[in-house]
């Protein structure tokens, strides 16, 4: 889907994202916030929908944090999503740096803040789409509560989370707290961001983003095909 006249090498995800609101100062505030998950933002007319949390939804309980080990692949089976991750900072206007727009099914995780499976939400952020065809997290807003992450960790561990609810925020009302916030202090908790809403193609922006909530379930260890629930690996 095209986004419009505007300078060659110019993605959407540059040009529009509205995680550039994640300012250091917010991100370090939001990671001490302790309340429990904010109202379901108010739903979107555009291209990408989305879903809260379904009353009365069985989910599994949650399990004891992992030691902090950087990402290197995660996967959504039932979006058919397997990518690579790389860790990104912040650029010159304190938001995350995305993956370059050359990398469109590259995930990018916010290496200065939580390492999947430790205590407080690791951020992932992608693509939504390009000029000429979709991208890694296309497909997010259809996400469902119950729905597994994987992601493999640097050390060959898995930790695989399950899916708590799926929003979308309003660029014009951005709450850090909702987004960025842990939803509860004592777990290890995963958001996946990408664009949502409408696109605007006059002004390269979309109005909203989809934000995916998740949290620790269960994990294995380097090299095994069985999910555990004691000591991991070395360095787990």
């Given amino acids: 889907m095209s986004s419009g006249s505007r300078p060659a090498g110019t993605g959407r995800l ?50 004891d944090p992992l030691a902090p080990v950087a990402p290197r692949r995660i996967e959504i089976p039932s ?11 912040l650029d010159g206007t304190g938001a995350i740096d995305p993956p370059p727009y050359e990398m469109p099914h590259t995930v990018g995780w916010f290496g200065s803040g939580t390492r999947p499976g430790a205590v407080g939400p690791a951020l992932f952020v992608g693509h939504v789409d390009t000029d000429s065809r979709p991208a890694v997290f296309y ?27 799926v ?16 939803r509860d202090p004592h777990r290890a908790e995963l958001r996946l961001i990408t664009c949502g809403g409408t696109f605007d193609r006059a002004a390269g922006t ?4 989809v934000v995916v909530s998740a949290y620790l379930t269960g994990w294995e260890r380097a090299g095994s095909d069985e999910a555990g629930s004691g000591r991991a690996a070395a360095g787990v």
Avoid: C, M
């Fill in 167 to 182: 929003q979308v925020h309003p660029r014009e009302h951005f709450d850090a707290r909702k987004v960025y916030g842990a």
């Fill in 206 to 209: 979309y109005s909203a983003n």
């Fill in 14 to 63: 540059v040009t529009g994202v509205t995680w550039a609101l994640l300012l250091v100062g917010l991100w370090l505030w939001g990671r001490e916030a302790t309340e429990g998950p904010g109202a379901s933002s108010a739903p979107t007319t555009g291209d990408i929908a989305a879903v809260g949390r379904p009353l009365g939804a069985a989910l599994p309980p949650a399990r």
């Fill in 79 to 89: 979006l058919g999503i397997t990518a690579p991750v790389v860790a990104r900072g």
């Fill in 139 to 165: 497909g997010l807003s259809a996400a469902r509560p119950g729905a597994k992450v994987r992601v493999t960790r640097t050390d060959g561990s898995v930790a695989e989370f399950t899916v708590d609810d």
